[in-house]
């Protein structure tokens, strides 16, 4: 007798109906730049993102993406979702985080170049304020040091093929789209304690037997590491112009200094008081989620860089609110408006 009890088959990628765009960049496209531009003119002011770009943690399982990006689609039908994944990998090697985010560079690029998103922050009409006049239309959501090492490399990777396009020119530096961002358990600096913690999350096997072998392993090479950048780049290597900032301390820096732009017209046009950009380009409010009891980035670390955002002109919303760690996969809750 036939069985009346459903037949499983194969589970659905999480990422089902994205495209991959490489190893670690996935997008999931809403459609034309016709389409999205119809969609944002008959929305309530403030308009929704056409994009959001999500840099996830370090090791992100895309199972857990997967619940941040569903929820993003049920917030913005009509929005674009880009996911820029970080792999442990990319920490040590940072011609390998400047080709995980080659692919999201392109990408953004060529929305820019179809009228989705607008780089120029030039046209403005006098009549209006600047945020009717350049609603942003990009989201940034980033999560811990991972998502925010990603970032840092996007922006980086922008400015450099930007300038390196107008090399005749290099005050005409195309800025990185207008945003809005969410800092979610992010940026942290280096501690030797949490690095360990993050690793052992994301790269340590979960059978308990090999966890016994591979953890004093895993211990021995965060040592070494946090002796070479705490020491021998910090004390040696960087005072005699012989290596430059480490990862964490960069992304400290440029995700929230413009002036991280090597470009000598920039840097004369900030000191003027010009309408200078720079890296980030024009973020126009920022969120910072964190918690106290977060076993990976230091709370003080994240308020310290919104209070730098703060007097650098970044508008904030609300922050904190959270008692988790970053450590473990959480419920998306995502506020629908910045």
Not at 43 to 56: G, K
Not at 126 to 135: E, G, K, L, V
Not at 156 to 173: F, G, I, R, Y
Not at 240 to 264: I, K, Q, T, W
Request: glycine share 8%; proline share 7%.
């Amino acid at each position: 007798m036939a069985s009346n009890a459903p037949v499983s088959g194969p589970r659905a990628h999480p990422f089902a109906g994205m495209t991959r765009l490489s190893p670690q960049a996935w997008v999931r496209d809403s459609g034309s730049a016709a389409a999205v531009s119809s969609a944002s003119a008959t929305s309530p002011s403030p308009p929704p993102p056409r994009i959001v770009l999500f840099a996830s943690w370090m090791g992100a399982l895309d199972v857990h993406i997967a619940k941040y990006t569903a929820r993003y689609e049920a917030l913005y039908p009509a929005a674009t979702i880009l996911v820029v994944k970080f792999a442990p990998a990319q920490l040590w090697s940072a011609a390998a985080g400047r080709k995980a985010v080659q692919a999201a560079v392109t990408y953004l690029k060529s929305q820019v170049d179809a009228g989705v998103l607008s780089s120029s922050p030039s046209s403005l009409s006098s009549a209006t304020s600047s945020q009717d006049r350049h609603p942003p239309q990009l989201l940034i959501h980033l999560f811990s040091n991972g998502g925010a090492t990603t970032m840092q490399n996007i922006y980086s990777a922008w400015h450099a093929s930007s300038s390196s396009s107008s090399s005749s020119s290099p005050s005409s530096t195309t800025p990185f789209p207008a945003s809005v961002a969410i800092f979610d358990s992010a940026p942290g600096m280096p501690s030797l304690r949490r690095t360990y913690r993050a690793f052992a999350v994301s790269a340590l096997p979960k059978p308990l037997v090999l966890r016994l072998v591979f953890t004093p392993l895993l211990v021995a090479v965060c040592l070494l590491g946090w002796l070479y950048v705490a020491v021998l780049m910090k004390r040696v290597l960087v005072p005699l112009g012989l290596a430059g900032e480490d990862m964490l301390s960069r992304n400290f820096h440029v995700l929230n200094d413009a002036s991280s732009s090597s470009s000598s017209e920039d840097q004369k046009e900030k000191k003027e008081g010009g309408s200078y950009i720079g890296v980030v380009g024009r973020q126009t409010l920022r969120t910072y989620i964190y918690s106290k009891e977060d076993d990976m980035i230091d709370w003080q670390h994240v308020e310290q860089h919104a209070a730098d955002a703060a007097s650098g002109g970044v508008g904030l919303g609300g922050g904190k609110g959270r008692g988790s760690s970053s450590s473990r996969p959480r419920r998306a809750k995502i506020p629908c408006r910045l």
